[in-house]
């Protein structure tokens, strides 16, 4: 059974920063598989903040460019995301997720429908 278990989330003051961990169980490996995480507000679409691709080569939107850094450790099988310089605009339910690395994830990987597995998604909230 693959599983997903986000960790980190929290509550944080504008300009702080958190980090969220992914680990990976049953047939993901993140040194193979293609990873992201993604975030959703309430009544707002699932939108994606970071990917990155086996060979770790990173994605992201123009929203959290700089701010965001989303790393794997292989030996782990874990996925991060650094978050620095938290703004309001960044309160969602943060989801890692999964996707086979096929040529369509390169060119949308930050679309949620290019990802097949998800975790249960970690709270993060900023005050202003």
């Known amino acids: 059974q693959v599983q997903l278990v986000e960790s980190g989330g929290g509550s944080v003051q504008a300009g702080g920063s958190l980090r969220l961990s992914c680990v990976a169980s049953?047939?993901?490996?993140?040194?193979?598989?293609?990873m992201g995480w993604f975030r959703q507000a309430p009544g707002k679409v699932r939108e994606g903040v970071a990917t990155i691709e086996r060979g770790g080569r990173p994605f992201y939107p123009d929203s959290v460019m700089g701010r965001f850094t989303i790393s794997k450790d292989n030996a782990k099988n874990t996925v991060y995301l650094q978050m620095n310089n938290l703004k309001p605009e960044d309160t969602a339910m943060y989801y890692c997720a999964a996707a086979i690395c096929t040529p369509r994830w390169y060119i949308s990987s930050l679309n949620p429908s290019m990802s097949e597995t998800w975790g249960q998604g970690t709270q993060v909230t900023v005050s202003s």
């Open positions: 049953g047939d993901t490996n993140v040194a193979t598989a293609c």
